[in-house]
């Protein structure tokens, strides 16, 4: 059971007892992961620091070693917590989102639960948008994943990461939750200031001010660090010449021995709530922690389309593993990998959508629906298929009537008809996915290629010559290509004098 908010709050106040230990405080602070060893380090700070009377300037000041080891030696947490920006009044913003993030070492892995009513993300338009969005974070890979078109994406490269992080939350006067590296977000802090830091150190009381200084000392950050609640920071400010211009306040609670922000209020310079974030449960190293978090985690499963940015559309094959859709049908058919149950009752629903629309579309006169969204490779679908001897009727497009052309040329056996029409359809699928997405965009540059001066009808035909260029794109280096690769040296020597291949237009 997660422990909770109400069982676990405590305010900055509250007394704990501490022992004297003597010692190097900062060179301890090194290598600490373990919270028991924390909190004997943290004693050490305590008593190096009462030796100090004054001021005290450092390189990196130890009660902010102290404090960024407090965070990011949380490395095993499963959390769930809330963010709000009450001062917006529209749409999904201003309404709590609700997040599952959990923690295993270098990994994170990131719910987007949205609102009380299941709200993520608006349209253009402002028109909700409902169901789960999930992340996982490791390094160099940014892993995304969609319950509603289960369909994934895999970013690698450097960006930011991205990924609403817990232990970020109060460790700056500003909300900077996404930078998934609290380490990195404290030291770096402002990212747009490329100046020398430094830092000022002092006790007050039981708790250490610490000022990050820039060198003409017009601009302050300020946090101050208590070491009753683990070494975190209460209070964290921008000071700007001489005036708070932004604060971030925290409370903490302890969980299995370690101090977590529980409620952090973010305040402008005019002194007005602008961002709340609320822990409400959280479980830190208990046995129910997976010891590592694959893809699977956020609803990954084989068959899963995912689009790499470095290779493109390929097919998830499970624990991190991405395969071409050809690799992909290989493995189903050889028995080394079973499509879920859910991704097969996905597509089912897909392919009953599809034939519903087509039939009430032909009921209307209209021209025949779309193909389905893009269907999983590996998947059997239920849509009858044409026998492959048959002529092409009025509604086959240009590039099956190539791909046709190109079987009977070469007089291709049925495995390789099959594999020619598998990667016709694949293609279809990919060139029908575009065109979805662009629909709008380009009927609006049709429009104006037919309208207007000549000069707005050049400009509109060359941007939409641009537009189209990834479906040629798909015929001329996928579909052509693929094709190419299936008749034998045989088959290519019976064809005497091929006729000249005619690239179709492009639908």
Known sequence: MYATRGEHRIRAGRRC?????????????????????LRIAC????????????ETTFLRPSALMAMEQARTGISRADINWTIAHPRETTGAQGKPMHYRTVIVDSRIAEFNNGTDDGVTAETEDGAPVRGQLLALYAPGQRWEFSERSLTGDLWEDNRPTNVADVRCVGLLPRPALVDGDPGETLWKYPKQQNVPRRYRQKQVGEVFEVDMLVPDESRIVRWIIDPRVGWNPTRCQAIEDGRVAAESVTEYGEFNGTWLPVACSYFNGKGELITCVEVQGAKINTPDIPEFLEPEFIGLEPGIHVSSRKHGAM????????????????????????????????????????????????????????????????????????????????ATDDWERYTRDFIARYKLDEGQTNSAMRILRDCQQQRDHYLRVQKSRLEALEHKAAEGDESVRQKARDELARVRKPVDEIFEKRLKPALEKLPTRAQRQAVNEPAAETTPGKS
């Open 315 to 394: 097919t998830y094959a499970g624990q991190g593993r991405l395969v071409t859709h050809d690799e992909y049908r290989e493995l189903v058919a050889d028995g080394q990998i079973k499509t879920s149950q859910r991704l097969s009752e996905f597509v089912t629903r897909l392919e009953r959508e599809y034939w519903e629309r087509k039939a009430a579309e032909y009921a209307a006169g209209q021209t025949a629906a779309a193909t389905p969204d893009v269907i999983p490779a590996g998947v059997t679908t239920s849509r009858p298929a044409r026998p492959v001897t048959s002529a092409p009727t009025p």
């Open 43 to 54: 004693e050490f700070l305590i008593v190096a620091a009462l030796c100090v009377s004054q």
């Open 17 to 37: 007892d501490r022992g004297v230990v003597a010692g190097d405080a900062v060179e301890t602070l090194v290598c600490l992961r373990d919270s028991m060893q």
